[in-house]
């Protein structure tokens, strides 16, 4: 199967910056896309950002272009997601995720694998 790790959350101030990281192990050649989501306290898990493994493609919920970026570095099987001008209500539980299917990327039911997770608090 596929196991994935987050690395990279811890506090910062508002208008910091941090950069996540998820590393994925195990059948990783099924992976068709990756993907980030957010659940803060009393909210929803939320879209954040995805990838198609195979073409790069990348997408973003629509509050957050221009303030969080994606990337991937195949050789290492790892994405990255980029966070800057953090805000306070950027507070959440950022998870990474793992689609085998083709069909869609910006609902987490869709996602296979997760990752454990990794906590993001901004302070003002």
């Known amino acids: 199967q596929v196991q994935l790790v987050e690395s990279g959350g811890g506090l910062v101030q508002a208008g910091g910056s941090l950069r996540l990281s998820c590393a994925a192990s195990?059948?990783?050649?099924?992976?068709?896309?990756m993907g980030w989501f957010r659940q803060a306290p009393g909210k929803d898990r939320e879209f954040v950002s995805a990838?198609?493994?195979?073409?790069?493609?990348?997408y973003y919920a629509d509050s957050l272009k221009g303030r969080f970026t994606l990337s991937r570095d195949n050789a290492k099987n790892t994405v990255y997601l980029l966070m800057s001008s953090l805000k306070p209500e950027d507070t959440a539980v950022y998870y990474c995720?793992?689609?085998?299917?083709?069909?869609?990327?910006?609902?987490?039911?869709?996602?296979?694998?997760w990752g454990q997770g990794t906590q993001v608090t901004v302070s003002p």
């Open positions: 995720a793992a689609k085998v299917g083709s069909s869609g990327w910006d609902q987490y039911r869709l996602y296979n694998y």
């Open positions: 990838i198609t493994w195979s073409g790069g493609n990348t």
């Open positions: 195990g059948r990783t050649f099924s992976i068709y896309a």
